[in-house]
T-cell receptor, first 109, second 113 residues
Framework: TQLLEQSPQFLSIQEGENLTVYCNSSSVFSSLQWYRQEPGEGPVLLVTVVTGGEVKKLKRLTFQFGDARKDSSLHITAAQPGDTGLYLCAVGSGNQFYFGTGTSLTVIP | DTAVSQTPKYLVTQMGNDKSIKCEQNLGHDTMYWYKQDSKKFLKIMFSYNNKELIINETVPNRFSPKSPDKAHLNLHINSLELGDSAVYFC????????????FGSGTRLTVV
């Protein structure tokens, strides 16, 4: 089992639709990060959430940290083809840093 | 200016060869890392260096060795390459132990034939 399980693993939607991806764990974390990785590139940091229940918005992307700081969600409103990519959550634990299993999103024009 | 740059972008080599991947960061970060991304896109940390000291060394084969000549560089040497080493390798850097995010390079796709 992985420390961070993401769902769904794959998601293909039409442009303009809304979607939510999830990052779940049985462990408690002090902070959690979301990254987006485009083909042929490295992951790029989107946001860091640190407080239980925290909600952060980045244009059409809304990130929420669970109240118990064990899980997080990413909601995209009116998805666009430019949102296509691999979405990864990540946490630090001690001296180590772990990434989730990833959600591969394809937005069809 | 590229914040984290790694070379080469692509590397095709035969089994048994020795190869190196170079990484440089110009962000002034204290810690640098090497990650391996497998065919299922799962990212797993291999090594990290903080102020020229190895602070994480995951259970990777000892054929892999990181070399850091200074705070801005962390190279990855791989000896006796095996087919299973084929993957994308990412260099990354962070300040303050990674709590405020990592900056990744664009990756090196290693193919062992």
């Amino acid at each position: 089992t992985q420390l961070l399980e993401q769902s769904p693993q794959f998601l293909s939607i039409q442009e303009g639709e809304n979607l939510t991806v999830y990052c779940n764990s049985s462990s408690v974390f002090s902070s959690l990060q979301w990254y987006r990785q485009e083909p042929g590139e490295g992951p790029v940091l989107l946001v860091t959430v640190v407080t239980g229940g925290e909600v952060k918005k980045l244009k059409r992307l809304t990130f929420q940290f669970g109240d118990a700081r064990k899980d997080s969600s990413l909601h995209i409103t009116a998805a666009q083809p430019g949102d296509t990519g691999l979405y990864l959550c990540a946490v630090g634990s001690g001296n180590q840093f772990y990434f989730g299993t990833g959600t591969s999103l394809t937005v069809i024009p | 200016d590229t914040a984290v740059s790694q070379t080469p972008k692509y590397l095709v080599t035969q089994m048994g060869n020795d190869k190196s991947i170079k990484c440089e960061q110009n962000l002034g970060h204290d810690t640098m890392y090497w990650y391996k991304q497998d065919s299922k896109k799962f990212l797993k940390i291999m090594f990290s260096y903080n102020n020229k000291e190895l602070i994480i060394n995951e259970t990777v084969p000892n054929r892999f060795s990181p070399k850091s000549p200074d705070k801005a560089h962390l190279n990855l040497h791989i000896n006796s390459l095996e087919l299973g080493d084929s993957a994308v390798y990412f260099c990354a850097s962070s300040g303050q132990g990674g709590n405020y995010g990592y900056t990744f390079g664009s990756g090196t796709r290693l193919t062992v034939v």
